[in-house]
Nanobody
């Protein structure tokens, strides 16, 4: 069992930055594909960014490419999401996700997630 706890959310003005972190416990995440998803009110949970177990491969949703960067620190059992140039449409609850069900593939689908964090709210004001 893996427990995931997000932190770093908050209220920021458009153009600002936030850094989300996800701390894992229960097991080491070195063999897990990890990712971030987000869900705005009335919308489905959507893929934001993913990183392979080694950290060597990443993918980001088109809507955040060039602005967000996913990273991981396996020694600290954490992953991070650096969010720059935030826009009001980035407002959502952001969820950390983990899976050991897809081998070396990137975690780009919510249907592949085995463990979810509780989420952290990000609000971007215009």
């Amino acid at each position: 069992q893996v427990q995931l706890v997000e932190s770093g959310g908050g209220l920021v003005q458009a153009g600002g930055c936030l850094r989300l972190s996800c701390a894992a416990s229960g097991r080491t995440i070195g063999s897990y594909s990890m990712g971030w998803f987000r869900q705005a009110p009335g919308n489905e949970r959507q893929f934001v960014a993913a990183i392979s177990s080694s950290g060597g491969n990443t993918d980001h949703a088109d809507s955040v490419k060039g602005r967000f960067t996913i990273s991981r620190e396996n020694a600290k059992n954490t992953i991070n999401l650096q969010m720059n140039s935030l826009k009001p449409e980035d407002t959502a609850v952001y969820y950390c996700a983990a899976t050991d069900l897809i081998g070396s593939s990137l975690l780009i689908s919510r249907h592949w997630v085995r463990y979810w964090g509780q989420g952290t709210q990000v609000t971007v004001s215009s």
